[in-house]
Each structure stands twice: as structure tokens, then as C-alpha cells.
């Protein structure tokens, strides 16, 4: 993948980062991009009281900070590549409101982080930062599960038809684009996803239109054969890399599979038992406060496995850089 030029890698001493670390450490090397490793502290309570000891908020924030910052600066040392300069930072403050506001000041085109601490004890594996993150961010959000490989075996790319929102096509674009560029890179299996369904179709079947059940059927079987046919031609421009010594490397798999995506694009991903999910998460651009789609929600709090979720360059995140 050698599509990124400054990659903001969030870590904590609390989770196992060592997988994050290394697999930010390859990208920026892969790329020739720049790494920044930021920790974050979150800000003590304004209503916490101290009174009874001789210590203030202030002091124990102070404290903290230097602590995690003595701790980031020992990590990025033991982790330090050739070829692979790290700067380390601390942030301190509400943790996606801070890692957003980094990728604000200093443009960062890739936010890569591990999935929080207690997301065993969680129904989803993924935390409320998180979340924030992909719905809020306007860079791609990579949230890497703990106990993934080294390297990918299966990567699943989510995409979507939709003539009336032409962003879904930017998006698939970049969705094919970071997939299958991952895929290349590591000599994963790229499996395409495009679930579909028919409007209506349970009320149309259900009253008498004046055609039969074997015509319905009919119309529903061009149907797929339309979308088959759409993912083929989407699909054509990235089914082999312009790598000559990767020509025939990118091992891709197409699915067009009749349901809700929200249903079919979890399943898939157990049922291949994919390592990663690339899609994208905006509903509408130009509408304040769509920042994620429902059928993105549902379907994120189904996986089971790192993700990587893209917005479109239009997007404009609702945190600002004023405090």
C-alpha cells in the first residue's frame, strides 16, 4: 500500500500495541511516510475535589503527562526502524476530540489504532473513541484488532450502488484502491462485496400487480445480472497491479449477494474469516450532522475483526480546532 505520506499511530501502554507499532512502522516505511506516535491523556474532572489532600488537579495532570510521555518516549526508542524516523507526542485532553484536532494541524492522512483495553468485556470490539472516530474523522480510521497477523490473509472490501449519491462512487474508489493495494502488499486474498436488494419486494409479492410470480422473478434475476455486471466493470480497473513483479499477485474474489448490507457484509466476513473490512461510513455529504450511516453503525457493531473506514475527500469533520 503506497498511497499514505503521514500516518498518526495512537497508542497505550495499557493494550497490546506491539502489532500496531510494527504494522504503522512497515506502512511508513513502505511508503517513505512520515510517523508520528502519539499517547493520550485524558483531562481530570473539573469537579473533582482534592481538598483532602495536599495535592492539586493540576499537579496530578502534570504528573500523568510526564509519566505517559517518559513511557512513549521508551517505547518509540525499543521500536525505533532504519529508515523509519518517529515523532513522539502527547495529547491531552478528551482522547477523539485531541487525536482529531492532531490530524487537523498537521494534515495526517492515516490514523492507525489498536482497539481499547476492555473490549473483551465489551458486545462490540469496538470503544466509543473509536467509534467517534470513524463517524467524526476526515482521514481513513485503520482500528486494528489485538490478535490479528502480522500479515493479512483476507481482506474484504464493502461497496455500495447508488445513483442518486454520486459519492459513493469517490468512495468506492478509494475503498477498491486501499484494498486491493493492502492485498498486493502482503499477497492477501481481496474478497468484493456488493449486497443488493429489490424495494419493496416483499409488498410487491404479497399483492396481486397484475404480473405473475414467475415474471417477478424474471425481473429479479436481471436485476442480478445488472449488478453482477456493475462490480465486474468497477472492479476491472484494479484486478491486476501495475507492478510487473506483482502482475499476477492480487487474488480477487467477487460476491453479489441479494440482502441488507448490514446483514450480508458481517456474515461474509465471519464466513471467510476475513482479517480486515475496508468500507466507507458517511450517509449523505453537504447535510450537517451525517456523519455515519446506519447501515455502517449496524454493520460495525458486528465485526469481529480490525477495519479500516474511509470518508470521501469532501467530508468536513464537526471538530474544530477552537477549544
Known sequence: MRRFSNILLIVDERMDYSSVLQRGIRLARNNKAALTVCAIVDTVPDEMQMSVIAITPREVLDIAVTEKRDWLDDTVRSAA????????????????????????????DLI?????????????????????????????????????RPKYRRVLAAVDKDPEE?????????ILEMSTSLALAEYSEVHIVHAWSVFGEDIVRSHSWGFSEAEFDTMVEKEAAARRHWLEDLVKNYST?????????????????KGNAQNVVPEIARDLAVDLVVMGTVARTGIAGFFM????????????????TIKPPEFISPVTLEA
Open 241 to 257: 497491479s501495475t507492478d510487473k513483479n506483482k502482475a499476477d499477485a492480487l487474488d480477487l474474489h467477487l460476491h453479489v449477494i
Open 293 to 308: 450511516g446506519n447501515t455502517a453503525e449496524s454493520i460495525l457493531t458486528q465485526l469481529d475483526c480490525s477495519v479500516l
Open 81 to 108: 526502524a532504519d529508515g523509519v524516523p518517529i515523532d513522539a507526542k502527547v495529547l491531552v485532553g478528551k482522547p477523539f476530540i485531541e487525536i482529531i484536532r492532531q490530524v487537523l494541524r498537521n494534515g495526517h
Open 166 to 174: 454520486p459519492v459513493k462512487d469517490v468512495l468506492n474508489r478509494q
Open 112 to 148: 492507525i489504532k489498536g482497539v481499547d483495553v476492555d473490549s473483551a468485556l465489551r458486545e462490540m470490539l469496538f470503544s466509543s473513541t473509536d467509534m467517534h472516530l470513524m463517524r467524526k474523522c476526515p482521514c481513513p480510521v485503520w482500528i486494528v484488532k489485538p490478535t490479528e
